[in-house]
């Protein structure tokens, strides 16, 4: 008999199904109710969120809709997990006994930890085969669909995170955040899922090309036209996730990735509402083991002093990404690698005028980064005021934004499939997380 007995609901129209299901659950030591009436169920279910929460009571929806948009939808409207039809009964077991150790809050991870490397296979679906990089957050791989035989990125929650329930929770939640925000120049979530060692890890379109922090490292300043088009790109995802109330919270260069499709480059912004777990109000600062969990660099003065964040404090961060591509700097230099003196001169000191750094830049374009970076959320822009006044400058400029403009790479080895960097490259940037080898959110 399994630890993780409790008493079990299954919701089935057919009756074949629902017995087949119920009964192997009893012999696993559940107690198992059942019933017929999808809609009722759902009903009921829906009454039970109000007083209860996810955590407290766990949903796993089994389904024959394979489509990521209805997925999707359903955890969005409260399910905790999926199994999809027809249904793999020890990989419906594992997620069972999962959800039930994460609402009793008991460790997710057995006595030995659990292994997750080169040539596992999680969910019968992915195929891990080979390292991306590790970070403060997590680990990602480079892993292949079985089915589909196809390359994916997949991100493993660190361990030391993943022993709190709610980190995994929220691990989830974001994953669905980020899948609402549904854009070109967003990168895609594909799944969630907890291994059956209760490991979480989100599942996302694997990204051919480099950072455009690597990018600012190498060729800063950048060309106008191009710090246009890709300005415009983050400008427009940004709006696109402020309506769907989604704050980014952690906009930088490397979270801006500069992908290869066909010889042209696309932009792609990286970890929407992942970085709130790591830099949520009053903790964006908390020192760990070091460490600085957050960007100062690149972060508004209110995100730095704990207060509430909004969209207004992405367009700051964006602000930033404009002057340090257009300058190779960053608009309020540091004199050393300390993150809080870093934050304590992005509060209080203004930006050096882009003017000094860029002379002959149009005075439309200093405008504009000037706007973004306003000490006072209420007198900025928000992300589509700032994207449509970068278009109109542009215009007068006689400048085109190249979101899709075909690209030259030059020959610097083979590229590396990362869908994001944690440690910003550029001069004046801290490093904030330290004596690693590359960092990976």
Same mark, same amino acid.
Request: proline share 7%.
């Given at each position: 008999?399994?630890?993780?007995?409790?008493?079990?609901?299954?919701?089935?129209?057919?009756?074949?199904?629902?017995?087949?299901?119920?009964?192997?659950?009893? *012999?696993?030591?559940? *107690?198992?109710?059942?019933?017929?009436? =999808?809609?009722?169920?759902?009903?009921?279910?829906?009454?039970?969120?109000?007083?209860?929460?996810?955590?407290? !009571?766990?949903?796993?929806?089994?389904?024959?809709?394979?489509?990521?948009?209805?997925?999707?939808?359903?955890?969005?409207?409260?399910?905790?997990?999926?199994?999809?039809?027809?249904?793999?009964?020890?990989?419906?077991?594992?997620?069972?006994?999962?959800?039930? /150790?994460?609402?009793?809050?008991?460790?997710?991870?057995?006595?030995?930890?659990?292994?997750? =490397?080169?040539?596992?296979?999680?969910?019968?679906?992915? /195929?891990?085969?080979?390292?991306?990089?590790?970070?403060?957050?997590?680990?990602?791989?480079?892993?292949?669909?079985?089915?589909?035989?196809?390359?994916?990125?997949?991100?493993?929650?660190?361990?030391?995170?993943?022993?709190?329930?709610?980190?995994?929770?929220?691990?989830?939640?974001?994953?669905?955040?980020?899948?609402?925000?549904?854009?070109?120049?967003?990168?895609?979530?594909?799944?969630?899922?907890?291994?059956?060692?209760?490991?979480?890890?989100?599942?996302?379109?694997?990204?051919?090309?480099?950072?455009?922090?690597?990018?600012?490292?190498?060729?800063?300043?950048?060309?106008?036209?191009?710090?246009?088009?890709?300005?415009?790109?983050?400008?427009?995802?940004?709006?696109?996730?402020?309506?769907?109330?989604?704050?980014?919270?952690?906009?930088? +260069?490397?979270?801006?990735?500069?992908?290869?499709?066909?010889?042209?480059?696309?932009?792609?912004?990286?970890?929407?509402?992942?970085?709130?777990?790591?830099?949520?109000?009053?903790?964006?600062?908390?020192?760990?083991?070091? *460490?600085?969990?957050?960007?100062?660099?690149?972060?508004?003065?209110?995100?730095? /002093?704990?207060?509430?964040?909004?969209?207004?404090?992405?367009?700051?961060?964006?602000?930033?990404?404009?002057?340090?591509?257009?300058?190779?700097?960053?608009?309020?230099?540091?004199?050393?690698?300390?993150? !809080?003196?870093?934050?304590?001169?992005?509060?209080?000191?203004?930006?050096?005028?882009?003017?000094?750094?860029? +002379?002959?830049? +149009?005075?439309?374009?200093?405008?504009?980064?000037?706007?973004?970076?306003?000490?006072? +959320?209420?007198? /900025?822009?928000?992300?589509?005021?700032?994207?449509?006044? !970068?278009?109109?400058?542009?215009?007068l400029a006689g400048e085109e934004t190249p979101a899709g403009e075909e690209?030259?790479?030059?020959?610097?080895?083979?590229?590396?499939?990362?869908?994001?960097?944690?440690?910003?490259? =550029?001069?004046?940037?801290?490093?904030?997380?330290?004596?690693?080898?590359?960092?990976?959110?």
């Amino acid at each position: 008999m399994t630890d993780d007995t409790g008493t079990l609901l299954v919701v089935d129209d057919s009756e074949t199904n629902r017995d087949l299901l119920s009964r192997r659950l009893e *012999r696993k030591g559940y *107690r198992v109710l059942t019933a017929e009436s =999808g809609p009722q169920a759902l009903e009921i279910v829906r009454t039970l969120r109000k007083t209860h929460s996810p955590e407290e !009571l766990t949903v796993i929806m089994v389904t024959a809709k394979t489509e990521s948009e209805d997925i999707v939808d359903a955890l969005e409207e409260g399910a905790n997990d999926y199994v999809v039809k027809p249904i793999d009964f020890p990989v419906c077991l594992a997620r069972v006994q999962a959800q039930l /150790r994460l609402r009793r809050g008991a460790p997710a991870a057995p006595a030995k930890p659990e292994t997750i =490397g080169v040539g596992t296979v999680l969910a019968d679906r992915y /195929r891990i085969e080979a390292w991306i990089g590790s970070g403060a957050f997590g680990t990602v791989y480079r892993a292949r669909h079985l089915a589909l035989d196809h390359g994916v990125a997949v991100k493993v929650l660190q361990a030391h995170i993943a022993q709190r329930p709610e980190n995994r929770v929220r691990f989830q939640q974001e994953g669905i955040s980020a899948c609402r925000v549904r854009h070109p120049n967003a990168v895609s979530v594909l799944d969630f899922a907890l291994t059956p060692g209760g490991a979480a890890y989100l599942v996302m379109e694997l990204l051919e090309g480099r950072s455009l922090a690597e990018e600012i490292g190498r060729i800063a300043p950048l060309g106008l036209g191009r710090c246009i088009g890709i300005g415009s790109a983050v400008c427009s995802v940004l709006a696109e996730a402020h309506r769907r109330g989604i704050v980014h919270r952690d906009v930088k +260069p490397a979270n801006v990735f500069l992908h290869r499709v066909a010889g042209r480059e696309l932009v792609k912004v990286l970890d929407f509402g992942i970085a709130k777990l790591e830099a949520d109000g009053a903790e964006a600062l908390r020192t760990q083991a070091g *460490r600085i969990l957050g960007t100062p660099a690149y972060m508004a003065p209110e995100q730095l /002093r704990g207060e509430k964040c909004d969209g207004k404090s992405d367009v700051y961060s964006a602000g930033v990404l404009l002057y340090e591509m257009l300058s190779g700097r960053l608009p309020v230099p540091s004199t050393g690698s300390d993150p !809080l003196v870093a934050a304590l001169r992005q509060i209080a000191e203004p930006p050096v005028p882009l003017s000094e750094v860029r +002379p002959g830049l +149009p005075a439309a374009f200093e405008e504009i980064v000037t706007w973004a970076l306003r000490k006072d +959320p209420a007198e /900025r822009p928000d992300a589509e005021a700032l994207g449509s006044a !970068l278009a109109r400058a542009a215009a007068l400029a006689g400048e085109e934004t190249p979101a899709g403009e075909e690209i030259r790479w030059p020959d610097l080895g083979p590229a590396r499939d990362v869908p994001t960097v944690e440690r910003p490259t =550029g001069k004046g940037t801290a490093q904030l997380y330290r004596n690693e080898p590359e960092d990976v959110g």
